[in-house]
Nanobody, 122 residues
Framework: QMHLVQSGGGSVQAGESLTLSCSMP????????VGWFRQTSENKREGVAT???????TYLDSVKGRFTCSKDDAKNTFNLQLTSLKPEDTGVYYC????????????????WGQGSQVAVSS
């Protein structure tokens, strides 16, 4: 059973924008820390954006000022707006929830979306 369902992503040129969306059950989005991660071509997984229970957010240093995460409570979605994209942003992006209160995934407890490919060409 897939609890998190992603949409969005694609191939763009540097400087363009994309939006990723993650649909999740209310019991997750309303109560827990949620986040976006990406898997790079070097097979490295890194946290891109985290939204904490109080609504505050943190971002990977390299995406600060360019990426914005938000929740749409009416649609039960957690979204990531990616702007001013760079080739180094290329990767597979995953939403994940619930996370620990400090934004870490937990094996056996955290659900993952199916992944969205983001490809940025120069």
């Amino acid at each position: 059973q897939m609890h998190l369902v992603q949409s969005g992503g694609g191939s763009v040129q540097a400087g363009e924008s994309l939006t990723l969306s993650c649909s999740m059950p209310t019991w997750i989005s309303g109560s827990y820390c949620v986040g976006w991660f990406r898997q790079t071509s070097e097979n490295k997984r890194e946290g891109v954006a985290t939204m904490y229970r109080d609504g505050s957010t943190t971002y990977l240093d390299s995406v600060k000022g360019r990426f914005t995460c938000s929740k749409d409570d009416a649609k039960n979605t957690f979204n990531l707006q990616l702007t001013s994209l760079k080739p180094e942003d290329t990767g597979v992006y995953y939403c994940a929830a619930p996370l620990t209160d400090d934004g870490r995934p937990v094996v056996g407890s955290t659900y993952w979306g199916q992944g969205s490919q983001v490809a940025v060409s120069s």
